[in-house]
């Protein structure tokens, strides 16, 4: 019995995407607002700012559409996922999987999977509604299409693996929302989601310069505002090299941490 | 075997061998370590001291290969709500090498008519079955049971224990934790008591009944009307003199043995004062 095969990450990280996507799904109040919250947003901001002019003859729903995809990043693959495994290792999911064979690195690519499909969605409705409603254009070259590509990329691994290490804090799933929320809301202010980076305090901006969401952001007006606004950054540029830098900083400091902290059990129950 | 949170001794010196193919019970009242005895055996919980070896492995240490051979029912679950069963059961199936088949599961713990609901819709006894089915989907050599027929009716617990007892048929290996008396009773070939982190008594339940028959309590009213009570070993010579000496059949006369459960609360009653003693 000894020589028997056990399944591999493979065969168990695509039965874990596919268990999260249809577990994910049975819920539809939260498929629901999963995919309609930013696009609430977009429509409650964009309708606010209706005459705001930016440099380089930028409208505010454009701007405000590169935030909000680098927030919908934030929403799911973050603030969704800590509420989530909060929620998991309640009810017992994350012990019954601590439990059985299954390798640790098969559940991350589960998380990521769900967290992928779920950017692609909220991407696609929130681009539908932003053209339709507020003229939004889309990158019109195939390098800022791969720029976009890449960035939601190395952005979700970093925040999924984020959320995954930051669940071990709150110690409900109540705790969790009520703990998630404010470091969301102040990434976002802080960020240049909500507010225009580059009239922000110079601390302010040096706060948010430290944390991925700044960077994320800045790649995304990269894709979504002409080369006009460019100038308008504060670094005097894209800075696409940067931004590449510490977005993969911050998913290695993320794969250390969720390998470091992650567990199956509640705390206190060792 | 030693479990220790801060000063308080959850596991104290507990020590314990379970035979291969064996079906035992670890019995005790809420608090006495059971849990935290049996979280140790599945590797979630570590032991603060001592030695541990379940299937000749470390389970503080174990890997996947480990984990592909033991089945774990955990006390509390209510994870999977917003799948069906069946698509629970097939999906814990592709994580083990040598999985059961999912309708032979379903089949096994009688989930047939619900297989396609929603696991948010099962019933407390249902959501058990569901428990015990992802408990063996790997089809393991050792099988963990924890609390598993808590709040369950009288037809639902005979029900289960059927199921458990045809496990140990196929030649599982079975440790589950109860506080019913009557739970172990019906299951178990071996007994082991526990309290306040302590074994209390290891032994089989005849050994446990031997016990409880050792004494009889004769009771009588006596001529001038009041309540007599003798403690003996051999209540029907005591009888036969007493009736002698009377010169009449004694009134209100009643022979009782301690019942299993008797013995089981006095086993546990001694436990508490030891423990006290031992400070």
């Known amino acids: 019995m000894a020589s028997v095969k056990l399944p591999g990450v493979v065969a168990s990280g695509i039965a874990r995407v596919n268990f999260e996507l249809k577990s994910f799904f049975g819920d539809p109040a939260a498929v629901v607002f999963t995919l309609v919250f930013p696009v609430l947003l977009l429509v409650v901001f964009g309708s606010v700012f209706t005459d705001s002019e930016m440099p380089g003859g930028v409208s505010f729903s454009q701007y405000f559409t590169a935030g909000m995809i680098a927030s919908g990043v934030l929403y799911t693959a973050f603030q969704g996922l800590v509420i989530n495994l909060a929620q998991e290792r309640q009810d017992g999911t994350l012990k019954r999987l601590g439990g059985t064979p299954m390798p640790k690195s098969a559940f991350f690519v589960g998380k990521i999977g769900l967290y992928a499909v779920l950017y692609v969605a909220q991407v696609a409705i929130l681009l539908g509604i932003g053209i339709a409603l507020f003229g939004l254009s889309l990158p019109d070259s195939a390098f800022k299409w791969f720029t976009f590509v890449w960035i939601s990329v190395v952005s979700l691994v970093a925040w999924t693996l984020l959320g995954v290490a930051f669940s071990v804090v709150p110690k409900s799933s109540r705790a969790a929302s009520a703990i998630v929320t404010p470091i969301v809301l102040v990434l976002q202010f802080t960020s240049g989601v909500f507010f225009v980076y580059n009239e922000l305090p110079e601390w302010m901006q040096q706060f948010a310069a430290v944390f991925p969401l700044k960077w994320m952001s800045q790649g995304m007006r990269s894709v979504f505002l002409p080369e006009t606004y460019e100038t308008a950054e504060v670094g005097g540029g894209w800075e696409l090299p940067m931004v590449a830098l510490v977005l993969g900083l911050w998913a290695l400091v993320g794969l250390v941490l969720a390998l470091a902290f992650f567990r199956w059990t509640p705390r206190g129950q060792r | ?279």
Do not use: C
């Open chain 2, 1 to 279: 075997m030693v479990k220790a949170y801060g000063t308080f001794k959850a596991v104290d010196g507990l020590n314990l061998t379970v035979e291969t193919g064996q079906l035992v019970a670890l019995l005790g009242p809420n608090g006495a370590g059971k849990t935290t005895t049996i979280e140790m055996l599945e590797g979630y919980r570590q032991r603060t001291s001592g030695e541990l070896s379940v299937l000749g492995v470390d389970p503080g240490k174990a890997g996947r290969e480990w984990r592909a051979r033991i089945g774990i029912v955990l006390q509390t679950a209510s994870d999977g709500s917003d799948v069906s069963v069946r698509f629970l059961l097939s999906h814990y199936a592709k994580l083990y090498p040598r999985s059961r088949s999912v309708d032979e599961l379903i089949g096994l713990v009688g989930l047939g008519s619900k297989a396609d609901s929603k696991v948010a819709s099962l019933s407390g006894g249902q959501r058990r079955r569901l428990d015990v089915a992802l408990g063996i989907v790997g089809r393991p050599e050792l099988l963990f049971l924890d609390e598993p027929t808590t709040g369950f009716d009288p037809e639902a617990r005979r029900d289960f224990w059927g199921l458990i007892k045809q496990l140990h048929r196929e030649g599982t290996t079975i440790l589950l934790t109860t506080h019913y008396l009557a739970e172990a009773e019906a299951l178990a070939e071996r007994v082991v008591v526990m309290n306040h982190g302590r074994v209390v008594t290891d032994s089989s339940l005849q050994d446990l009944r031997a016990r409880a028959g050792d004494m009889a309590t004769v009771r009588w009213v006596g001529s001038g009307g009041e309540l007599q009570e003798q403690l003996t070993a051999a209540p029907a010579d005591f009888v036969t003199k007493l009736k002698q000496e009377m010169g009449h059949e004694p009134v209100g006369l009643t022979v009782t043995r301690p019942s299993l459960e008797d013995v089981y609360l006095e086993l546990v009653g001694e436990a508490a004062v030891g423990v006290s003693v031992d400070g």
